[in-house]
């Protein structure tokens, strides 16, 4: 029994450490899965219960969770927060310092902040020269500039989006609370949230203002329960600054007030304010300083790029709805996205409208953006909160039901199982490890000889516009201009330094060695010529200026 005490403990230490590692150093392919490794974990703690009871409490497992158990519930949070913002920015900066954040979403987003933060307009040569509000109607990066007048660097971008995932965890423990009351399921919620696999998808990948929207809808809705209506109007118009599609979000809130709540002047308000602001962002401000002075965003649309077109085609054949929400595609993307959480939030048909507003656009607009339907993509960050709040509310349900149905067994036991439920729903769908993650990180900035090509750009001047390949771009953004390799080939000679790395060369039709001769040959000098590594640092000639 000593022997099979030990094995357990060090199970139980190996779990935790697939956060941080995935033993590829041991392992050829690593150790990718905690689900798998759960259930393995699961199985052999519950054979050792049935075997001898009363030494079962000496397993470490058991020990830490009576430990914890005696912590306040803010001792708690305290430790969770911290080990999330510890993990997720891992997490982020592993990504950012591999080059895997890509020249668009960060590069971009970094370039604009920075031009914003030094007296520019908010734009980014990146896509063209585009004011970014042609692309989303974000007025909230105001709020960031702040941040960058203090470090104007990228990864203040990495760190906003990880302490929004972080603050998060607050309001669902304070609505778990409210409504569930039982500590156990409380934690359970906020255990889950804390594995989610969409959160992964948020918040550690490249910035998205998007990430917001998950502790600003969060304390919306608790804000409302607890009838403290001016802290969720601020949070309401904090959600609209953060994109213009945020509307469909207030749209939700304002028909839960409407229906479930009988708040009619309220909840209307909230209506005629989401309808306002989506027909201003999409007809008036994002046409406007759009190089097309449309609003792209009608182009994913699935039956024409207006609203009368799609309108007349439903009505022609209403039966598109059904491909369009529930083909197979669609099923899964469902599966996934509901189950993290047990699939609890169907238990609370009157939240359904509060993740069916931003989940039916979104749905809608995957025929036209297939990663729209990408459970871990920053896309879920609309409706992730609302299916939280639904299943915390479905759970209460199921807690009442199963006291007043099932009168053979305890409301501990209750208690015991949903919490459990949650939990493995939760591992189930958690996907591949942290740990993973990060070895392979580290894994894409050896094979990249990522510190050596840092020290290369150092050559560069702070003040000097560059065209360089996509993965390079977030690590040169931090000036005013700056173009892709990838998508600037009638604007590649308005760029200073040319920055080519062979091993990150996305989609060019030349050989590299073609390249690096054909610029040489119109007269650019190389800063850095690194040849076994396929690494060049091109300036451009004064007679092309």
């Given at each position: 029994?000593?022997?099979?005490?030990?094995?357990?403990?060090?199970?139980?230490?190996?779990?935790?450490s697939l956060f941080f590692?995935?033993?590829?150093?041991?392992?050829?392919?690593?150790?990718?899965?905690?689900?798998?490794?759960?259930?393995?974990?699961?199985?052999f703690l519950i054979l050792?219960?049935?075997?001898?009871?009363?030494?079962?409490?000496?397993?470490?497992?058991?020990?830490?969770?009576?430990?914890?158990?005696?912590?306040?519930?803010?001792?708690?949070?305290?430790?969770?927060?911290?080990?999330?913002?510890?993990?997720?920015?891992?997490?982020?900066?592993?990504?950012?310092?591999?080059?895997?954040?890509?020249?668009?979403?960060?590069?971009?987003?970094?370039?604009?902040?920075?031009?914003?933060?030094?007296?520019?307009?908010?734009?980014?040569?990146?896509?063209?020269?585009?004011?970014?509000?042609?692309?989303?109607?974000?007025?909230?990066?105001?709020?960031?500039?702040?941040?960058?007048?203090?470090?104007?660097?990228?990864?203040?971008?990495?760190?906003?989006?990880?302490?929004?995932?972080?603050?998060?965890?607050?309001?669902?423990?304070?609505?778990?609370?409210?409504?569930?009351?039982?500590?156990?399921?409380?934690?359970?919620?906020?255990?889950?949230?804390?594995?989610?696999?969409?959160?992964?998808?948020?918040?550690?990948?490249?910035?998205?203002?998007?990430?917001?929207?998950?502790?600003?809808?969060?304390?919306?809705?608790?804000?409302?329960?607890?009838?403290?209506?001016?802290?969720?109007?601020?949070?309401?118009?904090?959600?609209?600054?953060?994109?213009?599609?945020?509307?469909?979000?207030?749209?939700?809130?304002?028909?839960?007030?409407?229906?479930?709540?009988?708040?009619?002047?309220?909840?209307?308000?909230?209506?005629?304010?989401?309808?306002?602001?989506?027909?201003?962002?999409?007809?008036?401000?994002?046409?406007?300083?759009?190089?097309?002075?449309?609003?792209?965003?009608?182009?994913?649309?699935?039956?024409?790029?207006?609203?009368?077109?799609?309108?007349?085609?439903?009505?022609?054949?209403?039966?598109?709805?059904?491909?369009?929400?529930?083909?197979?595609?669609k099923l899964i993307f469902?599966?996934?996205?509901?189950?993290?959480?047990?699939?609890?939030?169907?238990?609370?048909?009157?939240?359904?409208?509060?993740?069916?507003?931003?989940?039916?656009?979104?749905?809608?607009?995957?025929?036209?953006?297939?990663?729209?339907?990408?459970?871990?993509?920053?896309?879920?960050?609309?409706?992730?909160?609302?299916?939280?709040?639904?299943?915390?509310?479905?759970?209460?349900?199921?807690?009442?039901?199963?006291?007043?149905?099932?009168?053979?067994?305890?409301?501990?036991?209750?208690?015991?199982?949903?919490?459990?439920?949650?939990?493995?729903?939760?591992?189930?769908?958690?996907?591949?490890?942290?740990?993973?993650?990060?070895?392979?990180?580290?894994?894409?900035?050896?094979?990249?000889?990522?510190?050596?090509?840092?020290?290369?750009?150092?050559?560069?001047?702070?003040?000097?516009?560059?065209?360089?390949?996509?993965?390079?771009?977030?690590?040169?953004?931090?000036?005013?201009?700056?173009?892709?390799?990838?998508?600037?080939?009638?604007?590649?000679?308005?760029?200073?330094?040319?920055?080519?790395?062979?091993?990150?060369?996305?989609?060019?039709?030349?050989?590299?060695?073609?390249?690096?001769?054909?610029?040489?040959?119109?007269?650019?000098?190389?800063?850095?010529?690194?040849?076994?590594?396929?690494?060049?640092?091109?300036?451009?000639?004064?007679?092309?200026?």
């Amino acid at each position: 029994m000593a022997i099979l005490n030990i094995l357990l403990d060090l199970q139980f230490l190996f779990l935790l450490s697939l956060f941080f590692t995935d033993y590829s150093f041991f392992f050829k392919k690593g150790v990718t899965s905690l689900s798998i490794q759960t259930v393995i974990f699961g199985f052999f703690l519950i054979l050792r219960w049935f075997l001898d009871r009363k030494s079962f409490y000496q397993l470490l497992v058991v020990k830490v969770y009576k430990k914890v158990c005696g912590f306040t519930d803010n001792k708690i949070l305290f430790y969770i927060v911290i080990l999330f913002i510890l993990l997720f920015s891992l997490l982020g900066l592993s990504s950012h310092f591999s080059f895997n954040t890509s020249g668009i979403d960060m590069g971009g987003m970094d370039n604009a902040l920075w031009n914003l933060a030094h007296g520019n307009s908010f734009i980014s040569s990146v896509e063209g020269n585009i004011n970014y509000f042609g692309i989303h109607f974000w007025p909230i990066v105001y709020l960031i500039v702040p941040f960058y007048l203090v470090c104007p660097n990228g990864l203040v971008l990495i760190f906003l989006q990880v302490l929004a995932g972080a603050i998060a965890i607050f309001p669902i423990y304070f609505i778990a609370k409210d409504r569930l009351k039982e500590r156990m399921l409380i934690f359970a919620f906020v255990f889950s949230y804390f594995i989610c696999r969409a959160l992964r998808g948020i918040i550690s990948n490249d910035f998205h203002t998007d990430s917001f929207l998950i502790p600003l809808s969060l304390f919306a809705y608790y804000f409302l329960s607890q009838k403290k209506n001016f802290a969720a109007i601020i949070c309401f118009l904090l959600m609209l600054m953060c994109k213009e599609n945020a509307a469909f979000l207030l749209a939700g809130f304002g028909l839960f007030l409407i229906i479930f709540y009988k708040r009619y002047i309220f909840g209307a308000g909230l209506i005629i304010v989401s309808i306002f602001w989506w027909v201003i962002a999409t007809n008036i401000i994002i046409p406007h300083f759009d190089n097309s002075h449309k609003f792209w965003g009608l182009r994913w649309l699935p039956y024409g790029q207006t609203y009368s077109q799609n309108i007349g085609a439903i009505i022609k054949n209403p039966l598109l709805l059904v491909n369009l929400f529930f083909n197979p595609e669609k099923l899964i993307f469902y599966l996934y996205i509901f189950g993290s959480f047990g699939y609890l939030s169907f238990a609370s048909p009157s939240h359904f409208v509060l993740f069916l507003a931003p989940l039916l656009p979104q749905v809608i607009t995957s025929a036209g953006k297939v990663s729209m339907l990408d459970h871990a993509a920053h896309y879920q960050a609309h409706t992730l909160p609302f299916i939280i709040i639904s299943a915390i509310y479905g759970c209460g349900y199921a807690l009442g039901l199963m006291d007043r149905k099932l009168a053979t067994s305890t409301h501990r036991q209750h208690v015991l199982f949903l919490s459990l439920s949650i939990i493995i729903s939760a591992l189930l769908f958690y996907g591949k490890s942290d740990g993973h993650r990060l070895a392979k990180s580290l894994r894409s900035a050896k094979e990249r000889e990522v510190l050596t090509i840092l020290s290369y750009l150092k050559a560069i001047p702070a003040d000097a516009s560059v065209c360089a390949v996509n993965r390079l771009m977030p690590h040169l953004s931090d000036r005013k201009y700056l173009y892709m390799w990838e998508r600037s080939n009638e604007i590649r000679n308005n760029a200073q330094y040319v920055v080519l790395y062979e091993r990150l060369l996305e989609a060019d039709d030349m050989q590299f060695s073609s390249i690096i001769n054909k610029l040489q040959n119109k007269g650019y000098k190389a800063v850095v010529a690194d040849i076994d590594r396929g690494f060049f640092i091109l300036k451009r000639p004064a007679q092309l200026i």
